[in-house]
């Protein structure tokens, strides 16, 4: 079969071909368009950001700030969260290196707070921090407590129960979720009657100028900050050489001879969150995070519930006492966790949290076969982002939907270097799940008709400019044809 194009005059006619081609451009044409203007083609929804600073970090050199800060500022409403990204800057606002002051953590928490009620420090710090207490439990018991917390999926509830969390990679690791998925925060139904939604901020940094021993300070070796009680008065064991409970809020670690001791400044967690209005086309995800410390054992009758899971957060990474040679791929530390899911679902995104001499880590289904792997990008320089001897970014997994059924036991491995040894460190696996994919047979077309009741009026502006330029190829195609005479047959 073939179809026709017959010149007469300065007049033709596009044959059905052209127009196919055409109309296949404008459309291409118009996705391109609507991702520029801000417009997820997976789910319809305009893409919105904000950037907010955290309250006052006040350090000086060898000074821990690790602070709860609640109510902070942060979108409000029924909305999907797509990213949380962090670094600390100056009160100018320029990013602060590493190797000055180091991002041991931060973490966001959301929760319920009751209406009327200021919360102290002092119940955040009791409450909120990694050995904190299940505010959930003196709900049940028929009190009435001043907040609750809104924890993650699992699998370390009691422990790990935050929704973003990351430390010195936070500059060059995604915490992008997938379209057209969303994390749902804020939804008026599930908030309880004299409670409002609110969010919470812990940041931990160690300003490390002129310290005796920088790695030592970042991995909170108890020497350097001569401690032997915790932050509570409570004894710190022979055996803990170093870890959070030595690096708390207001501890000092210990400063050069001579070096000047009164430079504190003013420094700032700058956090930039985006995130879609909540609506039907938005899939929501669920957050679980993995501990290779979880102390969680396959049992009969072990159903992998957060219940059944101890998680300590952290380990120390003896060095490694032959065939070492400073080699890291011959000097490594190999921890592995079977852990049984409590879910079904699809895993979207995977990505891990190491400290300094980590050398990534995988999730592995029981039979062996790779799931995700996230590994380490270690900086090279001296400025923001490329500090040598730092992690400045771990790889972020996003696997096809990755199908897990309840109770399938995954594999996780944390793997660190061992040619000297570390304290402290951190081996966490950030997943995010699904309980339903996407429908694939809305085509792009239809997406786009969708989109356009969103695109804003830059969006539409840009819109016409395609659309004249698609005329301007009919006009040249035109032209370029001027001088054929009679009939071109084009065949399909």
Not at 27 to 55: C, E, N, T, Y
Not at 229 to 250: A, H, M, N, Q, W
């Amino acid at each position: 079969m073939s179809i026709s194009r017959k010149k007469a005059g300065n007049r033709f006619v596009i044959s059905e071909r052209m127009m196919g081609c055409l109309g296949r451009y404008l459309i291409f044409s118009l996705g391109l368009l609507l991702v520029a203007a801000g417009i997820s083609p997976g789910h319809g929804k305009k893409i919105k950001s904000a950037v907010f600073l955290s309250p006052k970090l006040v350090l000086s050199p060898g000074s821990v700030v690790n602070e709860y800060y609640h109510n902070i500022d942060f979108p409000r409403g029924h909305i999907g969260l797509k990213r949380f990204d962090a670094e600390v800057v100056d009160e100018a606002g320029n990013p602060v290196p590493l190797h000055e002051t180091y991002l041991h953590h931060w973490i966001i928490q959301p929760y319920y707070a009751r209406k009327g009620v200021e919360l102290s420090e002092q119940d955040l710090r009791k409450n909120l921090g990694f050995s904190g207490q299940d505010s959930h439990r003196n709900l049940e018991s028929g009190s009435e407590p001043d907040f609750i917390l809104v924890k993650n999926g699992g699998l370390c509830r009691n422990t790990l129960r935050h929704y973003f969390g990351l430390g010195s990679e936070t500059r060059k690791t995604s915490t992008h979720v997938p379209d057209p998925y969303g994390i749902e925060i804020g939804n008026p139904e599930e908030i309880p009657d004299g409670y409002e939604f609110r969010w919470l901020l812990n940041t931990h940094a160690i300003d490390t100028r002129g310290v005796e021993d920088r790695l030592g300070c970042t991995e909170c070796r108890c020497d350097l900050y001569n401690i032997t009680v915790d932050e509570y008065g409570r004894p710190i064991t022979s055996d803990y050489k170093g870890g959070l409970l030595c690096c708390y809020d207001k501890t000092q670690c210990r400063v050069r001879k001579g070096f000047d001791n009164g430079r504190t400044r003013t420094l700032y967690l700058k956090y930039t969150v985006t995130w879609v209005d909540w609506d039907s086309s938005v899939l929501p995800v669920t957050i679980y995070i993995l501990d290779i410390t979880d102390s969680w054992k396959k049992t009969k009758g072990s159903t992998g519930i957060n219940d059944e899971h101890n998680c300590h957060v952290e380990y120390d990474v003896k060095p490694c006492k032959s065939n070492c040679a400073g080699d890291d791929d011959v000097s490594l530390d190999v921890e592995r966790k079977s852990l049984a899911m409590p879910f079904n679902g699809y895993i979207v995104y995977g990505v891990c949290h190491q400290h300094a001499g980590g050398r990534g880590a995988a999730l592995y289904r029981e039979d062996g076969g790779l799931i995700c792997s996230s590994t380490p990008t270690y900086g090279k320089g001296v400025e923001p982002g490329n500090e040598a001897g730092y992690i400045v970014g771990m790889s972020t997994c996003y696997p096809e939907p990755v199908k897990v059924t309840k109770g399938e036991t995954l594999v996780f491995e944390s793997n660190y270097s061992s040619a000297i040894g570390h304290t402290g460190v951190m081996g966490l696996f950030y997943i995010m799940v699904a309980q339903q994919l996407p429908d694939h047979g809305n085509s792009f077309p239809a997406l786009i008709r969708g989109n356009l009741k969103t695109v804003n009026l830059s969006g539409l502006v840009a819109v016409a400019g395609v659309v004249a330029l698609v005329v301007i190829a009919a006009v040249v195609y035109r032209r370029q044809n001027r001088q054929q005479d009679g009939y071109e047959p084009l065949s399909t």
